[in-house]
């Protein structure tokens, strides 16, 4: 099957973009692998007919707003982030007439409806930089309540309204399971992705996006760490680190959405183009603005 997905990659000039939480035999197929913020780089530049995203349905839509004259595919459109969709109508709106100088700061697991009505897009990768130099004093962080109390401690100077949403792969780390995880590694350094629940950050040795994990753990001398995001990093992180140790708390996180990009549903896309992502001109050109107000910002 990769042979197959090889020859029509080059007969359609297509490229594929896979994220870190994306099954092994996904990434192992890709042409990038990369955390949101990485893939959505690649994304603007790539010289390519046709893009197959292996991700969930915002990197799609993502990867589609910042190319309009791209054919982008998804090996299964309804693969989903929960998260995206965690914002109550009405309360942008309601903020923006409570605060005149309101800054609208929407992490980029969102849906191109949210992006529209926001200020500026971030990832867990850039988020704090991107924060911390907005002019603006009040900020409403959408959708992640975990990220956006992060960026609310990294940046105190500012006013920061923190919507309730969570990703739930995250969400459900617990203290308990990691206390558990920690006992039985003692030496382990705990590297955590800031979407987790504050009481794992609180125990986290390094607090980072995916590649800034995959980078810490290049990096460090140490040998065992405990990864608190989910279990996809795993295979970057042992084909960079095959001497070092990874262990993941029990049961190990599992964004079953990502799950859906199989090689069977990346060749099936590539052959059929029937897996196509849509979006009106008037929402693309919308999105577009905080998209590229994160790209310019952080280059
Ligand atoms: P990053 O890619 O920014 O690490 O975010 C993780 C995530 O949950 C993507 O869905
Ligand atoms: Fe969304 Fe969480 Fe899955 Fe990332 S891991 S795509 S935030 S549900």
């Known amino acids: 099957m990769e042979k197959q997905i090889e020859k029509l990659k080059s007969e359609k000039n297509a490229v594929i973009l896979a994220h870190y939480y994306a099954p092994e035999e996904a990434q192992k197929v890709a042409d990038f692998v990369g955390d949101s913020f990485?893939?959505?780089?690649?994304?603007?530049k790539t010289s390519a007919d046709i893009i197959v995203f292996c991700g969930v349905f915002f990197m799609g839509e993502s990867a589609k707003i910042l190319n309009p004259d791209k054919k982008v595919i998804m090996p299964d459109l309804s693969a989903d982030c929960p998260m995206a969709h965690m914002v109550k109508p009405g309360i942008i709106e309601e903020l923006r007439n409570t605060y005149e100088d309101l800054a609208v700061v929407c992490y980029i697991n969102s849906t191109a409806e949210l992006k529209c009505q926001s200020d500026v897009c971030v990832t867990s990768s850039n988020a704090v930089t991107i924060v911390k130099s907005l002019p603006n004093k009040n900020i409403f962080f959408i959708p992640d309540r975990n990220l956006g109390r992060f960026v609310a401690e990294q940046v105190p100077e500012k006013n920061i309204i923190i919507n309730d949403g969570?990703?739930?792969?995250?969400?459900?780390?617990?203290?308990?399971q990691l206390q558990k995880t920690k006992s039985e590694h003692p030496d382990a350094l705990v590297l955590s992705h800031p979407e987790c629940e504050p009481e794992i950050l609180s125990l986290a040795d390094y607090i980072g996006s995916t590649s800034d994990i995959i980078e810490y753990a290049n990096k460090t001398d140490k040998k065992e760490f405990i990864i608190c995001t989910e279990e996809g990093v795993k295979y970057k992180l042992i084909s960079d680190n095959?001497?070092?140790?990874?262990y993941f708390v029990s049961p190990s996180p599992c964004c079953r959405d990502m799950k859906f990009n199989t090689l069977e549903n990346i060749l099936s896309a590539l052959e059929k183009e029937d897996k196509v992502v849509e979006i009106d001109e008037a929402t693309r050109k919308a999105a577009l603005l905080p998209l590229d107000?994160?790209?310019e910002c952080v280059k």
């Open 38 to 44: 990485y893939l959505a780089k690649v994304a603007k």
């Open 166 to 176: 969570c990703c739930p792969i995250h969400a459900a780390i617990t203290k308990e």
């Open 293 to 295: 107000r994160m790209l």
């Open 242 to 246: 095959p001497k070092k140790k990874f």
